[in-house]
């Protein structure tokens, strides 16, 4: 098979998760021709006449979609769009896929309306009272790999004035409760299965210091965040009705967004265990050491086995 490995248009300085996709792009290829495929590299252009003719003059069989870092998620839907309108396969999550999981409140509202759980969030204009002098979450609207979330996304409203007036100035993000507990994710191979469960530990953190995987707990190497929070998937036999659960949930939410390609669903748990759904992430990062190619090690699948899983869609 010949692959056409699709990618961001490269930048003289890059922040870690953009350096990131460049590592992506090198272990992914690397698999493909140890696969025996032929395989082109291709940078993305918002030109999206010049990137279907790149797609075409390729000659490919399909294009391994690792386009990450557009101006927003909202964007992202553009490459397997123009894949499905050239009748090209593509790696990864359909158009449809990428576009509800691309804007996190557009995603929320699907959650609500097909009753499955997840924290409550503040909606313009909506009975901002409920929401006062309780622990908040702000988030981006539209952006991947926890970008703008830090210690300080954390944070309480005193009253109605000051929270409306953060919304207008911030039309970007939206807020979130936040979830004092524990933290989840479960990967999803093409097909929607469910790969082990994965707890993120929050080890010797001060009891001041937020329990959330934000952008240093993911990407800074040097931060107290990212050397404490921890993957782990032992759990013990009380908890098997839990990770039951979430797998349950997991299997809903993939196919609630289309169910197409590979994810990872990220998860909060409260004190009293009860589940909520934080967002479904299309096209998790897949480096060798990412979360989801730790799952997927601890299902016994090894990187190249993960690979030809991705491009049999």
């Not at 690792?66 to 990864?92: D, K, M, Q, R, Y």
């Not at 503040?122 to 702000?138: A, K, Q, T, W």
């Not at 707990?217 to 098997?240: C, I, L, M, N």
Request: aromatic letters at 8%; proline letters at 5%; hydrophobic letters at 40%.
């Amino acid at each position: 098979m010949k692959v056409l490995i699709l990618t961001d248009a490269h930048k003289k300085v890059m922040s870690e998760d953009e350096a990131d996709t460049i590592q992506q792009v090198k272990a992914v290829k690397k698999a493909l021709l140890k696969l025996g495929h032929t395989v082109e590299v291709a940078e993305f252009s918002m030109n999206l006449i010049l990137t279907g003719r790149r797609i075409e003059k390729s000659g490919c069989d399909l294009v391994f979609n690792l386009v990450e870092n557009l101006a927003s998620s909202h964007l992202l839907h553009l490459v397997p769009l123009l894949c499905e309108t050239l009748s090209i396969p593509c790696s990864g999550g359909s158009s449809y896929t990428l576009s509800v999981t691309g804007d996190k409140v557009v995603a929320k509202k699907s959650l609500r309306l097909a009753s499955l759980p997840t924290p409550l969030w503040v909606e313009r204009g909506i009975n901002y009272d409920s929401f006062l002098n309780v622990p908040l979450l702000v988030k981006p609207i539209a952006q991947e790999a926890s970008v703008g979330i830090t210690d300080a996304s954390l944070r309480t409203f005193g009253d109605v004035e000051q929270l409306g007036s953060f919304l207008c100035e911030h039309p970007d993000t939206f807020i979130e409760q936040y979830i004092d507990g524990k933290e989840f994710n479960i990967s999803i191979l093409p097909g929607g299965r469910v790969l082990p469960v994965c707890e993120m530990r929050f080890v010797d953190y001060p009891s001041d210091k937020p329990k959330i995987v934000g952008y240093e707990a993911k990407w800074d190497e040097d931060s107290f965040s990212y050397q404490h929070t921890q993957r782990s998937y032992a759990f013990k036999k009380e908890d098997e009705a839990l990770v039951s659960e979430l797998e349950q949930l997991t299997k809903k939410v993939y196919g609630l967004f289309g169910g197409s390609g590979y994810a990872r669903v990220d998860f909060r748990v409260d004190e009293h265990q009860k589940p909520y759904i934080l967002e479904m992430n299309s096209n998790p990062c897949i480096t060798p050491d990412s979360g989801f190619i730790a799952a997927a090690a601890q299902a016994g699948l090894s990187y190249p086995e993960v690979i030809e899983q991705l491009i049999r869609r």
